[in-house]
């Protein structure tokens, strides 16, 4: 739970700021100075900040955890308590701090923190370009979150959970419900432990080859049947192309079966926006692999940073981020991310303009 912290609870933050920075700077400041840094000492520190208009806010589970203050739109003072971290609360206090900006998140990190530094960019934050002269050691560098489509040429679009509204498709239940319940469990080994539709998916063996497998009589029939009749185009997708796709580079970006991804964008009318697909079968790696991700970048000719990816999984968000791919979560699932957040291609077309 996120609260804010009012004046009367100020004294509890103090503690979690003291103890959190002090051991945040052991490392390279002398005892004495990190002694100063008492919890009476950044309580005044706090009360200040709170006198000038900066909000705290406190994460606690069954205890109190961590803090993190916002003024306007620049984020300060995120600290989680050593034993506690390395679990995600800075990354959830760091959302929560995104979403109370009043404009470009903004924050200062030492040039030598790297851990932080490394959360900030995995969430969208990049250098400005400005510094200010700590020591003569030792620097402090602003990062702010960008606008994701500022300078980009290409789009990576996933298709299932993006283009498709199925997120994981439908295909498990589709074949469960053609065979009937007594194959239950040779249908259950055959995708569990032999991993058959993983196998079909990173290029091991052909749609046919799997289909028949699976005990299928006519594997393109059923191909065709599930791809036409169980999976839903969503309806924004081409108006959103058909305004877009002259003015960025369409990469398709996609963990399928090869022949099942031709079909699909076949069958949709969606080929004539790709200028290229990447498809796990055909390239025999997958989401969220970086090997994938540095095949696109190689067959498109493409920088990381020309370079915006939408997916409706953060762990693919994530890969992508590392790489220095500007990532957006299209939200089909509800999944928790700080990052840029879309609901729709109408939301997505926003973010382009």
Known sequence: MITEVSRSGLREAARIHSVSWQESHRSFCTPEFI???TPEHQEEYLRDKMDHGARIFMLTEDEPVGIVSVAGSLIEDLYILPEYQNRGYGTLLLHYAIRQCDGVPTLWILENNKDAERLYRREGFRETGRRNVITDKL???EFCRRKPAMNKTTILFDMYGVILKESKGNFIPYTCQHFGESEYGRLTRQFREE???TKAGDGEMTSDEFLSRLGYQDPRFHMADYLENYLTLDEGFVPFAEEFAS??????LSNDVSEWSAYLTKHHGLDRFFTRKIVSGDVKCRKPDRRIYE???EETGKTPGECLFVD???KNLLTAAELGIEPVLF???GEEYGGTVVNSFTELAELLR
């Open 295 to 297: 095949i696109a970048l």
């Open 247 to 252: 003015r960025y580079e369409f990469v398709l």
């Open 312 to 314: 409706n999984s953060v």
């Open 35 to 37: 002694a100063l840094h």
């Open 195 to 197: 991993k058959l539709f």
């Open 139 to 141: 620097d402090e560098i």
């Open 331 to 333: 939200n089909r699932d």
